[in-house]
């Protein structure tokens, strides 16, 4: 497994690329914007983009799908259920905080999923509500992918609509801090962690 990383969107979202060189797969976490640093990576290992895995619907991770699409029209985009109104009143979310005035596309997500797993059981579902209703995590092999969950000593904002402290805080202790401390954590924001690390030094849990 190959893991790229950047950081793109207006607030720099961490967008990660997970190719399998064997099956000449890849999988995007998070799609901010759509950049050229995708399609040289996807060139690179002559990957298939496969999937695009939003770990919310917060325009500032979603806000690339439709370009990508538009150039990998195969990339199967999946959400979770509880996002699925924040997806679709992304226009409305973002003038009640202030944030555009220009009208989006809305995000085309394929498949609104639950807790569970997809292709195989290579991808675990976890979902942590608590950030937004819909929020989940990506377990892959020992790598989690947990958006804006959990940061490096931090957790999610909980005031924005959905958002709920006594949840994350919850969903963190019992669905991440179980896991195996030595699973690496990569964040939507910020630098990446391990479940160690967390359970010892995070502020707020
Ligand atoms: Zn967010």
């Not at 226009?91 to 797993?117: A, C, H, R």
């Not at 092999?141 to 919850?170: H, M, P, Q, W």
Request: charged letters at 25%; one cysteine or more; a negative charge.
């Amino acid at each position: 497994m190959i893991l790229k990383h950047w950081q793109a969107g207006i607030f720099g979202a961490n967008n990660y690329l997970i190719i399998n060189e064997m099956r000449k797969e890849a999988l995007l976490i998070d799609c901010s914007e759509y950049t050229d640093q995708l399609e040289k990576e996807l060139n690179n290992y002559n990957a298939e983009l496969k999937y695009i895995l939003l770990t919310h619907g917060h325009f500032d991770h979603v806000m690339g799908i439709n370009e990508t699409k538009r150039k990998y029209p195969n990339a199967k985009v999946f959400a979770h259920f509880g996002d699925k109104n924040l997806v679709l009143s992304i226009n409305e979310f973002m003038k009640k905080y202030g944030m555009f005035t220009e009208t989006l596309e809305i995000p085309i997500i394929d498949e609104y999923v639950q807790e569970g797993s997809i292709s195989g059981n290579q991808i675990k579902i976890i979902h942590t509500p608590g950030h937004t209703r819909g929020s989940v995590c990506y377990l892959i092999d020992d790598n989690l992918f947990s958006g804006d969950t959990i940061f490096l000593e931090a957790v999610g904002r909980t005031d924005l609509d959905g958002g709920n402290f006594e949840d994350i805080k919850t969903n963190i202790e019992n669905k991440i801090f179980t896991l195996d401390e030595n699973i690496k954590i990569f964040p939507g924001h910020g630098d990446f962690t391990s479940v160690k690390h967390e359970k010892e030094n995070n502020r707020f849990i």
